[in-house]
Each structure stands twice: as structure tokens, then as C-alpha cells.
């Protein structure tokens, strides 16, 4: 019996290339499995939802309390700028705040710090700003990015009243506040602990009556 090298070789290759696709197979779903499962980790289960929405609705009263408190001419300065300090922490980066009035049409926005001062800087002799009907009007959607979005609504009732002039201005404005949840990582006792994290975006006017 003569021993056909040639196509012991070939056999040899077929086994070889069948096993490697099959390694590349096996791979491949381990990978896309792998995949799922952090794809899924990072998914807001429907008790975790309930606890960051209540997070998100809380951070906007305290956002509310805070507009009252530094725009009341009650308030001492240092009062005022140690309140901006922590109205500031709610915000994310960048965020703006949007600034109208019955008088106008325009719409101005400004970064949350100067807006907290330019609040603080009104020209009356009282000021009383309260928000109500604080609400979500957009279901937290997640991105590309893995950070779910929503929009909560305010409306916010402004009276400023000036004792020398006479002059009492008021006004309703209907807000709209983005809100961003993204998950977060801290250290504690030497271990890594991620979370999800509640931060206010851009507040938007969106309409603005008497």
C-alpha cells in the first residue's frame, strides 16, 4: 500500500480550516453573548426606573427652593452665593437656563451661575418666585450613548414688586428641564461601586402668560 502524502496533507488542511472556523464561530457568539449581557446590565429595570424618577422629580423641588431662596431679597449675600453652590452641583455641564418676560418676546439663555446672579441682581424691593405642577412630560428614553433622557415641566409664578415705583410685575412661565441619568462609579471601603446618577440639563421657556 503506497501512502498518498498529497492528500494526507489536504485532509490535514480541510480538518485544520474546519476547526478554525469553528473556533471563529465559537468566538463570535461568545463575543455577541458577552455583549447582550452588558447591554442588558445596563438597562433601568422598572423598580430602578421608579427610584430614579422620584430622584429626578426630588433634585427639581430642591432646584425650585433654591430659585426662591437666592432670588428673595431676604436673603444675606452669603447666603445667596453658598445657595448657587449647591444649585449649581444639580446641574450638568454647561446647562443653560432660559429667561423671559410678558414684555417680550425674546428669550434669553444663560449659563446656571449667571443666571443665579442676574436672579439675585433684580432691581425690586420683593421678589416671591414659587414652581408648581411639577411633572414629567417625556418618559426616559436611552441614547447611543448609554444615558437616558427626559423632560420634566414646571411652571414657575414670578412677582417682583418695587416699593418706591410702585411697580409690581407679574408673570407664569411654563419650563421645560432635560434631564440626564447616566451610570456613575465611586470608591468606597476600596471597592468599586457604579450607580445612577440624576442630573438637570438645559431649562427651557416654552411659554409665558400674565
Known sequence: MIFNFARF???????NKHMKNTLILFLGLFLASSLTALAQNDNISPARKQAIDSLALEKVKDL??????????ETQFSEANRVM?????LFA?????G???INSSEIAYYKVRRYFERLMALNYDRVNITWYDIQY??????QPDGRYVGVIT???RFEGTSIETGMNYKDTTK??????VEKKQTQIAGRTIEFWDVMLGDVRVTETSA
Open 9 to 15: 496533507h489536504a485532509a490535514l488542511e480541510n480538518k
Open 64 to 73: 425650585s427652593k433654591y430659585i426662591s431662596i437666592i432670588g428673595s431679597k
Open 85 to 89: 453652590d449647591r444649585a449649581e452641583e
Open 93 to 97: 455641564p454647561g446647562a443653560e437656563m
Open 99 to 101: 429667561v423671559s418676560s
Open 137 to 142: 412630560i417625556s418618559d426616559l428614553e436611552r
Open 154 to 156: 414646571i411652571y414657575q
Open 175 to 180: 419650563k421645560d428641564i432635560t434631564i440626564y
